[in-house]
C-alpha cells in the first residue's frame, strides 16, 4: 500500500473500483502503516470481507539501497509481502515500491522454477493493431546465454498464451538481419536453439522496424537490449504530451495503464507497478496477479520448461 | 547515379537543385550506365563543366551478394567508384545502392585511418530540441570491445563538432542504468576508458529514455543495439503516415531526408544513401561529402585517434 508516488491513496481507489465492479472471489492482505491506509478503505467504504489490513510500519524509500533495505527493513511491506510469499500466507505479491527491492526480494527470497537459469522480466509493446506484443528481457538479465534467451522465450510464449489470450504466439528473435547466420555471437548462437525448440512457435528472426508491427507476438532478447528498448518506448507517450499530439495510438504508448510487469520465472507471481501507477494501475495488477493464480501460470509453465 | 529506386532520375535532380542554388566548387564524377544518365544530364540542362560521366555498364542490384558482386561486377559504379577512390581519382563516394558492397567497399578497398580498430557507421536522431543527435555504431559492428566503443564516441564527438557544427559535444555512453558500474559487461568496461578520454566531453551513461532528448548530443553503443534502434526509430515515420498522424515533431523521423550515413574511420569520405533517396537526399549527401572534404573531417580526426 505504501509504493508508488500516489501511495496509498490510489491503491485503494483501485480496490475500491475492483469491487465496485463487482469483482469477487479475492482476499487482499494490503500491507502497509495501519493508521494511513485503515482510514483510507473505511472512507472508501470498501467490503471488509474483501480485505486485512497487514501493518507495516517501516517503507523502503526509491532511493533506499535494495539489499541493504530488505535486510534492514524487516517490517516494510515488500519485505513483510516477500515473507508472506515465501511462507505460503499469500498467493501473490504486488508493488508500486521499489524497482530494485522488488526485484531482489523475488530472486533471493523466493526459488526459482527448478531448471530455471534466471528469471526474467517483461514489457507489453502497443502495436498497430491494437494487440499487445511482448518483449523480454528487459532489465534483469544484461548479459544472456543463448540458453538463457531460449528459455524466455518459452516464459514468454507461455505467459503470450495463458495470461494474454495469444493462440499459438509467434516468437521472433531481435536481431540485425532477416536470416539465419545474421546478428552479434548471442542471436547467432539463439537461433538454433530456439529453431529447435518443439514448446514455441519460432519465426526467426526479427528486426527493429518489426517491434511495432504485427510479425511477433512474443520477441526475445538479452535485458541490455531490452532495457534500452523499453525506457525508449516509455518516452514517447511524454514527448507527444509536450509536443500537444492527442492519438489514439500514441495513448497506448501510456505505459503505465498495463499495470505492472510480472517476474517471471519465480516460484509466486510477483508483479512490479510502475512509481506513478494509478489506481487503474492497481486495479490491472490485482486483475494479472489473480489470472496468474487462477490459469495456475506457474504450473503450466514448470510443465513447459 | 545507378543505385536507389529512383535512380538515376532523383539522383540528376538532386545535382540540377544544387546547380540550381547557385553551389559551386564541385566537380562531379557520375558513376552509371552513360546511355541512361546523359540523356538525364543533358535534358535537365546541367553545365558540363560540372560533371563528367564515367561510363559503367554493369549494376550491383539490391540482392546481390557483396562480396561476390565487388569481385565479379568490376564496371558497375560501386566498384569503379572504390577505384577512383583507392586512386586518389575522386575525393569522396556517394551511393545509394547496395549498402553491403558500398560497406564491403569500404573496408576492403580503403585503408582504415591508422590505429582505428573498426571503423563505424553512426546516424542522426530527431531530438526533441530541434537539433540532431548523433548515435553509433547503427549495425556494422554487432560485437564490440570496450576499446572500440572508445574509439567510436571520439569519431562521433568529431563528427558532432566538425560535420554537425555542435560545439564541445556532450558524449554520452548508452546504458540501463545512471550511475558508474551499471549496466552489460560491455557498458562497465567502457565507462572508465570514456571517463579517461581527453578528447570527449563525456557526460556519464545515457538510458533509452534520454535518446530522443537533449542529454548528449553523441551516444555510443555497440552496432547490435544502435542497429536495432535505428530500425526501431526508422518505423516510427510509416506509423504515423498510416495513422494518419501529420506533426512536424514527426516528420522528422524521416530518415530518408537526412541525406545518408557517412563510414566513419576509412581514409576517404563514403557516404551511404537510403535506397528510397530522393533529390532531396542526393542534394543533402553531395554537400555531406563536400563538408567532410573542405573540413578536412579525416585529417582532423586523425588528429584526435
Redesign the interface.
Known amino acids: 500500500m505504501m509504493g508508488g508516488d500516489y501511495a496509498p491513496a490510489e491503491a485503494v481507489k483501485g480496490i475500491k473500483s475492483l469491487e465496485a465492479e463487482g469483482h469477487q472471489g479475492l482476499h487482499l492482505l494490503l500491507l502497509g502503516n495501519e493508521v494511513e491506509v485503515s482510514p483510507l478503505v473505511k472512507e472508501a467504504e470498501i467490503n471488509e470481507s474483501l480485505y486485512t489490513i497487514v501493518h507495516c510500519p517501516e517503507v523502503i524509500g526509491y532511493h533506499d539501497h535494495p539489499v541493504k533495505a530488505l535486510k534492514e527493513k524487516l517490517h516494510s511491506s515488500i519485505a513483510v509481502g516477500f515473507g508472506l510469499l515465501a511462507r505460503q500466507k499469500a498467493d501473490a505479491f504486488i508493488s508500486a515500491g521499489n524497482t530494485g527491492a522488488m526485484l531482489v526480494g523475488s530472486m533471493f527470497s523466493l526459488k526459482q522454477i527448478e531448471g530455471l537459469l534466471r528469471p526474467t522480466i517483461a514489457t507489453l509493446i502497443p502495436r ?1 493493431n491494437n494487440k499487445a506484443g511482448l518483449l523480454l528481457d528487459v ?1 534483469i538479465n ?2 544472456c546465454k543463448p540458453e538463457q534467451l531460449n528459455q524466455f522465450a518459452a516464459i514468454g510464449a507461455a505467459y503470450a498464451g495463458i495470461i494474454l489470450g495469444v493462440n499459438d504466439p509467434k516468437v521472433g528473435l ?1 536481431n ?1 538481419g532477416e536470416e539465419e547466420g545474421k ?3 548471442l ?1 547467432q548462437n539463439t537461433f538454433p536453439l530456439l529453431k529447435e525448440n518443439p514448446n514455441i512457435h519460432f519465426i526467426g528472426n526479427v ?7 504485427d510479425k511477433a507476438d512474443v520477441i526475445v ?5 531490452g ?10 507517450y511524454p ?1 507527444t504530451k ?2 500537444g ?1 492527442e ?1 489514439p ?2 495513448d497506448r504508448f501510456h505505459f503505465e495503464q498495463y499495470g505492472g510487469t510480472p517476474v517471471l520465472g519465480v516460484e509466486k507471481p510477483v508483479i512490479i507497478g510502475h512509481g506513478v501507477s494509478g489506481s487503474e494501475a492497481f486495479k490491472n495488477m490485482i486483475l494479472l496477479a489473480e489470472k496468474m493464480i487462477v490459469t495456475d501460470f506457474i504450473g503450466q509453465l514448470k510443465a513447459r520448461l
Open positions: 498497430e532489465g544484461s548479459d531481435l540485425i546478428g552479434n555471437i542471436a528486426e527493429g522496424r518489426d517491434i511495432l508491427e532478447c538479452d535485458g541490455f537490449t532495457n534500452v528498448l523499453l525506457k525508449l518506448l516509455e518516452s514517447v514527448i509536450r509536443q499530439i492519438h495510438y500514441f
